[in-house]
């Protein structure tokens, strides 16, 4: 791979195209053992459908615009990373059921619309704090998501293979058909995931706090139907759009989906609707940021503790060079303790900039800790602390706290510490089935939807 030219890191490569990111270093990268095996992967992808479409894209920046100005809400959730190993329909649609709950409870507490963004169909790359893991005096390469290696500690499954990105594709594709069939096929029918959470507010203690907000949404309805709207054939009440998105990390992959739209002449990452940067890999002048500046998906950027308000003011410059409503989501991800001493500084240098940003709370990675038992975690309570931080100085600053970043399960997991049904670290051993991140449950992820929703009224 090409990182020999490295060029001014304000300037966009000269001529931007599609593989100009490799006169960049790029961060994360496996070191693939065979180039040979990779080129031939990588003219395979060239060659295959692309999973979105250029108009999607923009619809979805569309979307955001409205985002940014305060008119809508953000919830993007899912894995930390996909599984080949747990790819199932019904895993599919536990997720998705999650997610559409979620997003009920946010809409009505918001009374705005909720974009709907998965962390799916395409989140198969990890990025590591360390290039290699050492078990017992023995080292071998990190895991870097099912898109390069698998988790087992073992030589031959850490080794790199670029035949993961062709599985990643094809697992990506009947994801997202599984995602379309269900969204537009009636399964996200509002009065149908409303009975789902009547069902979570009747059935357990955390949701019975829940009962007002849930009784009023019941009362909408039915004032609805009583005007005469026939709730199962409103289009707007029975179909969702549901976006996909991942970190745009294994940039081969992201470079051999990416195709020139007919019509307009833009350049598209066909692999999801939108991408971001990992807060490892957001260097002004490193690769990722070069291949995201030049394609017009939406894009995200992580900002974790070290983001100074000239970073982020030249990343702003970089990925969205022309103030475009919705075209850039800052995800922050500072920690419960530290959002009032970060977030200000960077909302007065993106304001004064004129970037109509959305900004979005990650409150899952800056709260990660390792158990006594030795399982990464955190605690539902630290993630609560850090929406209501991120809550908090929005409204003293007079910005929009535009949107949540989860990563969730549909699955009954016990990753997270805490929420009502009281996971403890002792519990941590019994579903732990995550392949990188912990990852709330169904029912704490309801729960945390339930207590963002008060935020949002508050
Ligand atoms: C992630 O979103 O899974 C991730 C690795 O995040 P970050 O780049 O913020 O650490
Ligand atoms: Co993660």
């Known amino acids: 791979m090409a990182t020999g030219d490295v060029l001014e890191p304000e300037q966009p490569a000269q001529g931007w195209h599609a593989a100009s990111w490799r006169q960049r270093p790029a961060g994360q990268q496996p070191l693939w053992p065979d180039d040979e095996a990779l080129k031939r992967v990588e003219a395979q992808l060239a060659g295959l459908p692309p999973m979105v479409f250029a108009g999607e894209a923009r619809r979805l920046t569309a979307s955001l615009a409205a985002v940014s100005s305060g008119k809508a809400f953000l919830l993007q959730a899912g894995d930390c990373a996909e599984s080949f190993g ?15 709950q979620m997003a009920v409870a946010l809409t009505y507490a918001a009374g705005v619309p909720v974009v709907k963004v998965g962390r799916i169909a395409g989140q198969f790359a990890k990025p590591r704090s360390s290039d290699t893991e050492e078990i017992g005096g023995v080292r071998l390469d990190a895991f870097r998501g099912h898109m390069v290696n698998d988790e087992a500690f073992d030589p031959e499954a850490r080794r790199p293979d670029p035949e993961r ?7 990506s594709v009947s994801t997202l058909n599984l995602l379309r069939a269900f969204t537009k096929g009636g399964f996200a029918d509002l009065s149908q995931v409303h009975a789902w959470n009547q069902e979570f507010v009747l059935s357990s203690s955390e949701g019975r706090r829940y009962e007002t907000v849930a009784g009023e949404i019941d009362r909408a309805l039915r004032f609805m139907a009583a005007c005469g709207i026939d709730l199962g054939a409103e289009d707007g009440l029975h179909q969702v759009d549901f976006w996909t998105s991942h970190e745009a990390l294994i940039l081969p992959y992201e470079e051999a989906l990416t195709r020139q739209d007919s019509l307009t002449g833009d350049w598209v990452d066909c692999s999801a609707h939108m ?3 990992g807060e490892r890999t957001r260097q002004l002048d490193g690769a990722h940021v070069e291949f995201l500046s030049g394609v017009i998906n939406p894009l995200g950027a992580k900002l974790g503790p070290s983001a100074t308000p000239d970073d982020v003011v ?3 410059a970089r990925l ?21 001493e970060l977030l200000p500084p ?8 004129g970037h109509p940003v959305v900004w979005q709370c990650d409150p899952m990675h800056g709260n990660t800790f390792t158990s006594d038992g030795g399982r990464k975690t955190r605690r539902f309570d630290d993630i609560l602390a850090e929406l209501r931080s991120f809550f908090a100085v929005h ?15 549909g ?7 805490g929420g009502a049904e009281e996971i403890f670290e002792d519990d941590l051993d019994q579903r732990y089935t995550t392949t990188c991140d912990p990852r709330l449950n169904a029912r704490q992820s309801l729960d945390l939807a339930f207590r963002i929703a008060e935020l949002l009224r508050a």
């Open 411 to 417: 699955d009954n997991v016990t990753e997270c510490l």
């Open 314 to 316: 030249a990343l702003c």
């Open 320 to 340: 969205d060079p022309d103030r475009t409503p919705g075209r850039l989501t800052l995800i922050t991800r500072f920690g419960a303790g530290r959002v009032e």
């Open 86 to 100: 747990e790819f199932s329909a019904d895993s599919i649609r536990d997720k998705l059921k999650v997610i559409l």
């Open 165 to 171: 990105l062709i599985t990643a594709y094809h697992q």
């Open 346 to 353: 960077l909302l007065d240098a993106v304001r004064a900039e």
């Open 275 to 277: 991408l971001w940067v």
């Open 395 to 409: 409204r003293g600053a007079g910005t929009w706290p535009g949107g949540v970043h989860v990563e969730l399960t």
